[in-house]
């Protein structure tokens, strides 16, 4: 895979956190997106899903409805390309109940929490 | 504490995700194939059924929702992936292979009657539509086609290639009162 060719798309509202996720992407050569929400998220991954290979989405709170968004982002990946979407990794920044992390992986999400 | 330092287990989490991504794009998904009734010192030889076949991710394994013949088809493929075959290579490949031919044989079960080329074809749609059905239960969004690849040859005749890693794996739950055949 010439990653070059690929991007990567982080969903964060907090401009300095992506900044630092987009540093840690620097080493694979990737074009790095940034959407400061989900809905700008869909919108990005609707029209081209096929050129992202990873989305990172970073669990800011508790009250979202985490699971939800990242379905309908999954679902707009499938919707925009038939080949392999991307791959989607989950960052907390908090402590996240077993069970809302158990959730995630059975869509295929990997979790990750920050130290 | 420094932000790399606070990020550095998401750091490690891209790398893994990345070479995720890199392998299911370049080589395919990891497929697990289960065989039955081997008799005892024995891997795949004639006697054996294929029972069932896997997709894996993360570890967790989704079954292809597969009746026998286009299971065989399968196993076939999967363990054949180097070449690109025709479904009249397919269909005399498997009719000369003793291990499709004494199909299921050490269970005392009737063997699958012959694939037929027509049949190949249809067989191919339905695999795609399990391949499909068990990905979407991992969560994980591929396109069937670019799994088990049709793709048309110089003389026009469609070729068949299954793309993925290959496990295959034994149960051996009958093997200690099977004797080897042949």
Redesign the interface.
Known sequence: ?K?DMYRALIIDNDTAHAN??H???RP?DLVVDRASDPEQAVLKLGRSADKY??V?VTVSNTRSPWWRIIENL?EA??CS???????F?C?GRMGLRPEFILRL??????Y???? | MFVNDKLAPVAEAIDLVLTEAREIRTIGPHFRIIHRFRAPRTECWPGEEVIAIFLVYRGHEYQLSLSPAPLLIADYLLRHSRFAQTASQIASGIRSDGFYAEHGRNAGRQRIKRIPRSAVREYIRRLHQALAMAASKAGLSIDPENILVVEQSVSNHAIYRWRGVVEIAHLDSAAATLQPHG
């Open positions: 895979m990653t630092g996720l540093e840690l992407l694979h290979v990873l990172i999954q990946c499938r390309t038939s080949s392999l979407a991307p791959l990794l960052i992986e059975r869509l295929g999400v990997r990750v929490r920050e130290r």
